[in-house]
C-alpha cells in the first residue's frame, strides 16, 4: 500500500482553476489594453513599480492591528504576483 497524500478536496482545486482563469484573462485583457495605448515597456515597468510601492504603504481596515497586518501582506504579495503575471504577458 503506498501513500498518495491527503484526499483531494475537489471544492479547492475547483476554486484555484477559477482564480488562474481570471488571473490568465486579466493578464491577457492588460496586455491587449498596453497595446491599443502603445505603451512602452519602460512605462509598463514604471506604472507597476509605483502601484508595488503603493501597496507597501497600504493600510487594510480590522480591529486587530495583527490581522490588519496579516491582511495587508497577503494582498501585497497577491497584488504583486499579478502584476508580474501582467508583466510576463504584456512584455513577451
Not at 510601492?53 to 490588519?68: E, G, K, S, W, Y
Amino acid at each position: 500500500m503506498t501513500d498518495d497524500g491527503p484526499p483531494i478536496d475537489r471544492e479547492k482545486i475547483e476554486s484555484g482553476a477559477r482564480l488562474l482563469a481570471i488571473e490568465y484573462l486579466l493578464a491577457e485583457l492588460f496586455r491587449l489594453v498596453y497595446e491599443l495605448r502603445g505603451a512602452s515597456p519602460a512605462a509598463i515597468v514604471r506604472s507597476h513599480e509605483e502601484l508595488r510601492q503603493a501597496l507597501r504603504t497600504m493600510r487594510v481596515p480590522h480591529p486587530d492591528p495583527a490581522v490588519a497586518d496579516l491582511l495587508a501582506q497577503e494582498f501585497e504579495q497577491a497584488c504583486s504576483a499579478l502584476l508580474q503575471k501582467i508583466a510576463n504577458s504584456a512584455l513577451k
